[in-house]
C-alpha cells in the first residue's frame, strides 16, 4: 500500500533509537521529509544523514531537550521555516520515570506531557496551512491499565490519550487529525526491557509471560502503526488511541 507520504514534512522527536528511530526510518523509506531531535545533538545528526540517503531528500538532526520549551517551540519554528512548512508532528519521548517521587512526577509532566503540548502549540500554525495535517502522540498500555509502570507514566500517558483526543475533537474543522498509539511491552538492544533483562529478570520474565504471543514487539512494529496512523491514506481515523500490544491488554475499549 502507497501510504501517500512522499514529500510530506515530519517530525519526530526523540529519533535516533528504539520506537522513535523505527518511525523516522519508516517514514523516511515513504518518501517524507523527517526532521529529528536527540538530547545527544552528534546522534541526531549522524541519524540524520541516514534518514536522508533513505527519503532520497536531506533529513534534519538537532540536540533538543523536549523538556525545554522555548528550545522545542524554537526548533520546530526553525524546521518550519527551512521547509517551508510541516504535515505531520511525532510526539515519542517519554522521561520513562515511575517511581513515586515529586522529581519523578516532575520529569514525567514536563517531558511527556509539556513535550507534546509544546511540540503541537509550536506545530499549529504549520499544521492550519497543511493539507495533510497530523498529529501522532505515542502512549502506551499503562495508559490504559494499572501495571507496575502506575505512578508518573502511567498517569501522564493516560493524559496524553485525552489531550490528543480532544484536540481531535477540537481541529476536526480545520482538517487535522490527532491519534495516538499505545504499545505494549517494546523490546531493543539498549531499551528499557533490555536493562530490565539484565538487571531485573523476575520482572521480565513475569512481563514476557503477561503476554500471549510470549514476545514483546519490535520499535518496527509499532512504527508501522503510527506511519498509517500519520499518513493520508487514513484520512478519516482521528481521535483514536491505537492499542499495539499483541493482545497482552484485555480491558475493552469502548
Avoid at 541526531?44 to 523538556?67: H, N, R, Y
Avoid at 515511575?98 to 514536563?110: A, G, L, P
Avoid at 517531558?111 to 501522532?136: H, K, R, W
Avoid at 476536526?172 to 504499545?183: C, D, E, F, L, M
Wanted: charged share 15%; hydrophobic share 50%.
Amino acid at each position: 500500500m502507497d501510504l501517500q507520504l512522499r514529500g510530506l514534512k515530519a517530525i519526530v522527536t526523540g529519533g535516533t533509537k528504539g520506537i522513535g528511530l523505527a518511525i523516522a526510518q519508516t517514514l523516511a523509506k515513504e518518501g517524507a521529509m523527517v526532521a529529528i531531535c536527540s538530547r545527544d545533538a552528534q546522534a541526531a545528526e549522524q541519524t540524520a544523514t541516514s534518514l536522508g540517503a533513505l527519503s532520497g531528500s536531506a533529513a534534519l538532526g538537532a540536540g533538543i531537550d523536549v523538556a525545554d520549551g522555548a528550545a522545542l517551540k524554537q526548533w520546530v519554528e526553525d524546521v518550519a521555516q527551512h521547509w517551508g512548512g510541516l504535515d505531520i508532528v511525532v510526539a515519542n519521548v517519554s522521561a520513562l520515570s515511575i517511581t513515586n517521587d515529586i522529581e519523578s512526577w516532575r520529569k514525567q509532566f514536563e517531558t511527556d506531557m509539556l513535550g507534546t503540548v509544546n511540540l503541537v502549540d509550536a506545530a499549529m500554525p504549520y499544521l492550519e496551512a497543511s493539507q495533510a495535517a497530523s498529529i501522532v502522540a505515542i502512549s502506551s498500555v499503562s495508559g490504559r491499565e494499572v501495571d507496575f509502570a502506575a505512578g508518573p507514566y502511567g498517569t501522564f500517558k493516560a493524559a496524553i490519550v485525552h489531550y490528543v483526543q480532544g484536540l481531535a475533537y477540537q481541529l476536526a474543522a480545520k482538517g487535522i487529525r490527532a491519534n495516538t498509539v499505545s504499545p505494549g511491552n517494546v523490546y531493543f538492544k539498549g531499551g528499557v526491557w533490555d536493562w530490565i533483562e539484565n538487571n531485573n529478570p523476575a520482572l521480565y520474565a513475569e512481563a514476557l509471560a503477561l503476554n500471549p504471543t510470549k514476545r514483546m514487539a519490535t520499535p518496527q512494529e509499532i512504527a508501522n502503526a503510527v506511519a498509517f496512523v500519520a499518513s493520508p491514506v487514513a484520512s478519516f481515523v482521528s481521535g483514536t488511541n491505537l492499542v499495539v500490544d499483541g493482545a497482552l491488554t484485555r480491558g475493552v475499549q469502548l
